[in-house]
Each structure stands twice: as structure tokens, then as C-alpha cells.
């Protein structure tokens, strides 16, 4: 028998989420580690809080790192790869420790490349806005094409924040046990208001302090020439001075030269994962900052809607395995395709002066970037040997370095890992 209708407007769940999202939670059994059968005919929203976090910085731990691996895989088992929609915090609506949170998207980045997703979207770190969220998923869902698994990836306070208040809506009520511990994880499956179940489990995963090791195959020739070339106009009077960028691509993406949602594919995870160390040694130590644009910009996909993760969670491998904070260039400073604004922000103003800058960014973007450094910035003929980025090349490392008279530099090296040595699957745990 079909299941009928779920019917609640977004103005009487929100005003009463409101009263309630500070009212005592509900208590329920929790349940332990186990695999979770969920209903294939209703709408299950998997809530996967942000796993073990750096206490002084915006990145999970290496524990946390090795949470979110493990718990990628399982939650794989749970959904069947019967994905709705994957969706997790904005950064930006988070601050900790004067960083925009990335715990929580870092969390599942691993169950969405292990199904070839990307993020759909990034939520506010906002109980009511999240409220707002599903309910307009339970207000399109009387045509059942809503039905499936959403999986929504937030801090913990945030999700029983939500839970709590919803629980206690008309029609909508169910006991909620609050997440107390980073194994926890909740599901909310709706098939009708007479079928709503809720339930927290126990992930089971002890997670190893030690950064994972994946051997991958170095010493691949470079793909471009090395060239090192000098700049030959007059260095403008507010460039940066003694200052070192190395501008890196996101790893491997586009599964086919037609689809694209704005994460990279299980080839690149090896690489991002893997190369930490290789990029360590190229910049010769520990860069002062690394940078890139933000997972929550939006990306514009020919199939369905995403934000473009791949340069942040790209370099976050790095960040975390060398407990270093990763800066991030929100949309409203400049979007990831200005390249005139890229220039400006990192090249000149005397911020970097006497720094090294790691930076994670889109290719075609650094490529006019340079470009635009040397033509505009300096006001010289662009250099004929300068190399163009390759839409196949995922391996090369850009050097962009001044003298103490601003006087620039450009050299290409790359971590010699070619693409055709890294599996097509991704790695398991």
C-alpha cells in the first residue's frame, strides 16, 4: 500500500522548532554498533557529526582524519549507495579557534568519493535554518520523489540542537537520545506521520592516531618542461617582497570529460592522501600559510547543484597530517575564477612578506593568474616560455617567488606521480 502523504508547512515547523530547540531532549535507546536496515520507501535523514577534532585548529585530528576513513566505508554498507543528497556545514558559519570550521565537510568527504558524489550543498550552522532544510524536503515529498537518504554532516551541539526540536513538533513527535560521543551518529526515517522512527547508533570505530600510509608509485617524468623565467618590468611599488607561493591543483576529478560535481574522483584521493610529504619536500619545510578557495562556493554543474570542494579538500590531508590551520577565501572577499583578485590577494599589500604561501586552487585560474602577474602586475610582454596548465595535469607544483627588490620568479617542478599508477578504486581502511 502506498505510503500516504507527508504533509507539514514550513511555517508551523519552523515557529514551533523554535519553541522547542531549547526545551530538554527526549531519551531513546541507543543502539550499538550494528549495520542500520533503513526503509528504501521512506525519507531518511542520516545525521554524521563532525568526528574527532584539532583542538587548536579547524581540521579534524589524525584521529578524526581516521574516524571519518573508516566511517565513510560503513556508512557505504548502510546506504547501499542510495544517495538523496549529501550535505554538511558551511565553514564559514562556524568560527573555531579563529578559523572557519572544516571538521564537519572533512567528515564526509570519504563516503562521498567512495560513491562519486559531491557536496550538494553547505548548511548555516543554524538548529532553525537546518529545521527550514528538511522541512522543505518533507513538504516536496507528497509526489514520493523525495524519498531516499540525506545525509547531513554537522558539529554534534548542531544536530541535537535540531533533533531536540523537532521532536517534539505535532505529528512529528519521536524520543531523542543527544549525540554524547564522537562514535555516535542519528537517523530520522519518516515514511508517513504514523511511521516516524529515530534512532542513534554506535559506530564501533576506534580510531588510530597514527596518518594513514598509502604507497604510491613517485619518480613519474614531468609532465611540463622545467623552465625557471625571470620577470623583466619594473616591480610595482606595494609587491610583496621575499615572498615564496607554490600554487598546486586539486587532485583527480572528472570521472568523464562530460560530468563534473565538484569533488575529486578515488584516483585523486590517493594523491591527496598520499603526497603529503612529497609536497613537504618540494617546498623545502612547513609553508607559514596554506590556503584555498572555500568548499562552500558554488559550482556550476551541468547535472545537479554542488559546491566546489575539491581544491580544500585536496589540501586538508595536509593540513592535517602537519597540524597546520587551512585558510580559506570565502565568495564574498572574491569567487574562486578571478584571477585579478587572486593576484592582488596574494602578491601584493605586504601581508606575505618574508612568508611561504601553500595555495590549493582551481587550474585554469592559476593559470591566468600568472599570466596576469606577469603582463599587468609587472607590465611586460608575457614571457613566451611560460607553460600553459594542462586540463589532464594533476601532478605539477607552480613557484612564484620575489626578491627583497620584488623582482619575480617563476619555476615548475612536480611530485612525479603519474596518473595512470594511481587506482581507480578508492583506498580502503
Known sequence: MRNKPIAITLITLMGLVIAACNNGGNTSTTTQASIPQLNQNAINFIFVQSFESNSTFNNLSIQGFNHSLLFGQLLNQITASQIAGIYALNPASDIVNNYPNMAAIQSIENYAVLNGRGINDTLPNNPHAIASFISNILSNSSTGSTNGNYILALPAATINATLNGLSSVPNLYFNYQPLINSNQYAILSIAN????????????ITPSNNYPQLKLTTGAQCLESSVVIHSTGTPPANINTNETVYFVRHVEA?????????????????RAIGANSIL??????????????????????????????????????????????????????????????LVQYFFTGNEFN??????????????????????????????????????????????????????????????GIADQTLPLSCPLF
Open 354 to 415: 618574508n612568508k611561504t604561501v601553500l595555495v590549493a586552487w582551481e587550474h585554469a585560474t592559476i593559470d591566468n593568474a600568472v599570466q596576469y602577474l606577469f603582463t599587468n602586475t609587472y607590465n611586460q610582454t608575457l614571457p613566451a616560455n611560460l607553460p600553459t596548465w594542462s586540463y589532464t595535469d594533476y601532478d605539477t607544483v607552480w613557484k612564484l617567488q620575489t626578491d627583497g627588490q620584488g623582482n619575480l620568479t617563476f619555476s615548475n617542478t612536480c611530485e
Open 254 to 270: 572528472h570521472p568523464t570529460n562530460n560530468f563534473d560535481n565538484g569533488n575529486y574522483v578515488c584516483q585523486g584521493q590517493w
Open 280 to 341: 613537504l619536500e618540494i617546498m623545502g619545510g612547513m609553508p607559514d600559510y596554506v590556503y584555498s578557495s572555500s568548499p562552500a562556493d558554488e559550482y556550476d554543474s551541468s547535472t545537479f547543484p554542488y559546491t566546489y570542494v575539491r581544491p580544500s579538500l585536496t589540501i586538508n590531508p595536509f593540513t592535517i597530517q602537519y597540524n597546520q590551520p587551512l585558510n580559506l577565501i570565502e565568495s564574498t572577499q572574491f569567487a574562486w575564477g578571478n584571477y585579478e583578485s
Open 193 to 204: 506521520m504514523a511511521n516516524v522512527t529515530m534512532n542513534t547508533y554506535t559506530d564501533g
